[in-house]
């Protein structure tokens, strides 16, 4: 068995050949057979050259990612953990290609639980909010004591907002209202930490 695909629009792997034993891959587009096997067996490799033997046997898992019509193998070549993104053309091509490399792989269907990191972004956020709360209520102190609260520095910019907003708001008015958004962040943040375990399909 022999077959070769062609996807000269893949953002990465656009050659794979799939044989009874082995896959071979790589990011160039020789658009032929002749040639993409005359690349892959020359020993002219090139230091930005992506290029890939490996036997069914060597794959550790697959994840599928249906929508975007591709699936990441992960593998092991020349004694070195390796992984690559393929993509295909259409939904046949990928649907074909992953049936044909799980059946040879011995593979069967599992799902994994992933944890994502969209938790991170609201967390910062709620990080970045807790400290200009507590830098403007120390400005909103100072200048309801009477001192003299100076722009100098660095972030001159941001100090004279800061000072801007605690003369408008006063430091209790300031609190509140830095505490609230603090708070509104860590809630999303919570929630989204708890979201962040998800199911991920894969075989192995």
């Known amino acids: ?20 034993t082995t ?18 067996d020359s020993d002219k490799k090139g230091l930005l050259n992506t290029q890939h033997t490996f036997s069914y046997t060597d794959i550790l898992k697959i994840v599928p990612f249906t ?26 091509e990928f649907q074909s290609t992953l049936d044909t490399i799980v ?38 102190l100072k200048l309801e004591a009477g001192e003299n609260v100076t722009v ?16 408008t708001l006063g430091s209790t008015n300031t609190l509140i209202l830095g505490t609230l958004i603090t708070v509104v962040f860590i809630f999303f943040a919570i929630k989204s930490y708890k979201k962040s375990n998800i199911e991920q399909e894969i075989y192995s």
């Open 1 to 20: 068995m022999q077959q070769f695909i062609i996807n000269p629009k893949a953002a990465y792997i656009k050659n794979i050949l799939l044989t009874d």
């Open 23 to 40: 896959i071979r891959v790589c990011d160039e587009d020789y658009e032929t057979i002749e040639a993409f096997t005359a690349e892959l």
């Open 67 to 92: 929508a975007e019509q591709g699936f990441q193998v992960f593998f092991t070549e020349k004694g070195k953990k390796e992984k690559v993104y393929l993509d295909f053309a259409s939904q046949e």
């Open 103 to 140: 059946s040879n792989a011995s593979f069967t269907k599992n799902i994994e639980q992933k944890k994502t990191k969209a938790w991170l972004k609201p967390a910062l956020y709620s990080l970045v909010s807790a400290i200009l709360t507590f830098a403007t209520y120390d400005s909103a």
């Open 152 to 167: 100098s520095g660095s972030r001159r910019g941001l100090k004279k907002i800061l000072i801007s907003i605690s003369e």
